[in-house]
């Protein structure tokens, strides 16, 4: 008997986002070499790795905000045909409105610091076309609500708010316009341990509800255990292993991930 | 036989104050902002006799159209009389030997400064407007390259956030004069300070509106029959200025854009901000000959 390792379901279907031979130099650093990675609908696909190892400069490409020397990036999506990294910077900007959501680890990046809350998340509708005040209000209301960010505060800009506050209206924001997929770049670093918690606890509650494609980013080996299916392990801007998380936790194969666990435990 | 024999007899070979490749400069410029309608066109200012952000802007264009057969009309802030608009008017008509009037209906040039008149342009004339900044993206984005950039893309999502906040934070919008406006269905322009009041005017108008930043070297135009929508939500209806009811104190008139002049006892009056319509009522007041046009709000309310 042989032990299968992929689940079913991922075998079956289609991925929903492919990048492949994604290679990326800044000078004579290179920050991506060669880099593949399939994420498949519904799924939250983990990048773990040390700082440098280039795997937020992997979910910039991803959310088109970067370009790599070589590499081709396919959305499994109608309207969405071919290699995105070839698309003209209006289709990019459109597609990344439209499709994909993201949260970084730094607020300041991902907001108007000194719009309302509610604001930045009616930005997103309205790049999209809304122009019903009524709709945009309720819109934005609901995608906060399904962030668990407090009502009562929605009109209150994000640099009045608490860290964990401010990455729940990033978060309202990346899903205002239901996203095929969602980018996580570190989202809780910089959150104390309870903040932290109960953000990981909306993230998860939201992948169970609506079953969002999800790419996490962390150094944080407890975050990606918690949320992610799937985890890869990046080093120097290579893939040096990837499994189902169970797998990469319990029995790691690559001398740097066996490191990178014990360090953890 | 002598020098003076072989020379012809001088005489002026240029008018308008500017030299004639400056013109032709602001002519080609002109000629590319009317094409795209509401794209900002840069040019290279020129100096002219008013300090920057007294109207150069508009001077240049103004001097650009004139001829000796134009009469030109200068606004400032309604008014026919007030020192910038007599100066520049005076230079004007002295450095190219046209005619001036304070009357809407003769003029063929009409500069301005954040109005546009009551009574409804021609197709044969042309107004000049001031503008201080021209870019409707400013207080959105800083950096006027990226600034360009979100014009190319068409990217006012940032624009229309700065209506949603203001409905948020106050109740309605608060642009009160340079009403954000969409050309064409495709640029977002500044239409110079005018109030809310005159921006429908510039809807589908029959004359030719050039606005001119001559400190920020920019200048753009919206072309006669031209859609200029003020940015409105769907369900927040565009506001003008409530000056429908008010009557002015010195000529009677009322449902037309209004100066408020405070009183000692607190209270205002109200005197019509164009102030050659109200000049033109009085005379009429008193028997005199005097042709009104058609105004574009009749009882304070536009018509069609």
């Known amino acids: 008997m042989t032990l299968a390792l992929d689940a079913p379901r991922l075998v079956q279907t289609q991925p929903l986002m492919v990048l492949s031979g994604v290679s990326k130099r800044y000078g004579p650093v290179v920050a991506l070499d060669d880099v593949s990675a399939e994420v498949y609908p519904?799924?939250?696909?983990?990048?773990?790795?040390?700082?440098?190892?280039?795997?937020?400069?992997?979910?910039?490409?991803?959310?088109?905000?970067?370009?790599?020397?070589?590499?081709?990036?396919?959305?499994?999506?109608?309207?969405?045909?071919?290699?995105?990294?070839e698309l003209d910077r209006f289709a990019r900007r459109m597609l990344c409105a439209t499709r994909i959501g993201i949260v970084y680890q730094n607020p300041h990046q991902g907001l108007l610091m000194r719009n309302s809350s509610s604001g930045n998340v009616a930005e997103r509708l309205l790049i999209a076309g809304e122009r019903r005040f009524a709709v945009l209000r309720e819109k934005a209301g609901d995608a906060l609500a399904a962030s668990e960010f407090p009502l009562d505060r929605m009109d209150a800009p994000p640099i009045e708010l608490s860290g964990g506050m401010q990455q729940r209206?990033?978060?309202?924001?990346?899903?205002?316009?239901?996203?095929?997929?969602?980018l996580l770049d570190e989202p809780t670093t910089g959150l104390d341990v309870s903040v932290q918690a109960l953000v990981l606890d909306t993230l998860k509650r939201l992948q169970r509800d609506r079953r969002i494609t999800m790419v996490i980013v962390s150094h944080d080996l407890g975050v990606i255990r918690t949320m992610a299916d799937r985890v890869m392990v990046m080093r120097r801007g290579q893939v040096v292993e990837q499994g189902l998380s169970d797998q990469i936790f319990q029995d790691p194969q690559h001398a740097y991930t066996q490191q990178l666990v014990h360090a953890k435990l | 036989m002598s020098l003076t024999g072989l020379t012809r007899p001088w005489k002026d070979f240029s008018y308008g104050f500017l030299d004639a490749s400056a013109k032709r400069e602001l002519r080609r410029k002109m000629l590319k902002a009317v094409a795209v309608p509401g794209c900002q066109m840069p040019y290279a200012s020129r100096e002219v006799p008013i300090a920057r952000g007294w109207g150069t802007g508009g001077l240049q264009v103004t001097c650009t159209l004139l001829n000796p057969g134009h009469t030109v009309k200068v606004i400032d802030q309604g008014a026919d009389d007030s020192v910038n608009a007599a100066s520049i008017r005076r230079f004007l008509t002295r450095v190219s030997g046209a005619r001036s009037?304070?009357?809407?209906?003769?003029?063929?040039?009409?500069?301005?400064?954040?109005?546009v008149p009551e009574e409804i342009l021609r197709e044969d004339q042309i107004l000049i407007l001031q503008v201080p900044n021209p870019e409707p993206l400013r207080p959105v984005e800083p950096n006027m390259s990226v600034a360009r950039q979100m014009h190319a893309d068409a990217d006012y999502g940032r624009m229309w956030l700065q209506l949603y906040e203001q409905i948020v934070r106050s109740g309605r919008v608060m642009f009160g004069a340079a009403y954000p406006s969409l050309v064409h269905g495709r640029y977002v322009m500044t239409p110079s300070p005018i109030p809310r009041w005159d921006v429908p005017k510039l809807n589908m108008a029959r004359h030719l509106t050039i606005l001119s930043a001559g400190r920020e070297k920019r200048l753009y135009?919206?072309?006669?029959?031209?859609?200029?929508?003020?940015?409105?939500?769907?369900d927040v209806p565009y506001k003008v200025e409530e000056h429908?009811?008010?009557?002015?104190?010195?000529?009677?008139?009322?449902?037309?854009?209004?100066?408020?002049?405070?009183?000692?006892?607190?209270?205002?009056?109200?005197?019509?901000?164009?102030?050659?319509?109200?000049?033109?009522?009085?005379?009429?007041?008193?028997?005199?000959?005097?042709?009104?046009?058609?105004t574009w709000y009749t009882n304070g309310e536009m018509g069609q």
């Open chain 2, 244 to 294: 429908g009811h008010l009557t002015c104190y010195r000529s009677g008139l009322k449902g037309f854009f209004m100066n408020e002049i405070p009183q000692e006892d607190g209270g205002a009056l109200h005197e019509v901000s164009d102030s050659h319509l109200g000049i033109k009522a009085i005379r009429q007041g008193d028997g005199e000959d005097v042709a009104t046009g058609d």
């Open chain 2, 101 to 115: 009037t304070w009357d809407t209906l003769e003029a063929s040039l009409i500069q301005s400064r954040h109005r």
């Open chain 1, 42 to 85: 519904g799924e939250v696909l983990g990048i773990v790795g040390e700082s440098g190892s280039g795997k937020s400069t992997f979910l910039r490409m991803m959310n088109l905000e970067e370009l790599p020397d070589a590499g081709t990036y396919t959305l499994d999506l109608p309207d969405t045909p071919g290699n995105l990294f």
């Open chain 2, 221 to 234: 135009a919206v072309p006669p029959y031209t859609r200029v929508e003020p940015l409105v939500f769907d």
């Open chain 1, 169 to 182: 209206v990033q978060l309202a924001k990346a899903i205002a316009l239901e996203p095929a997929v969602l």
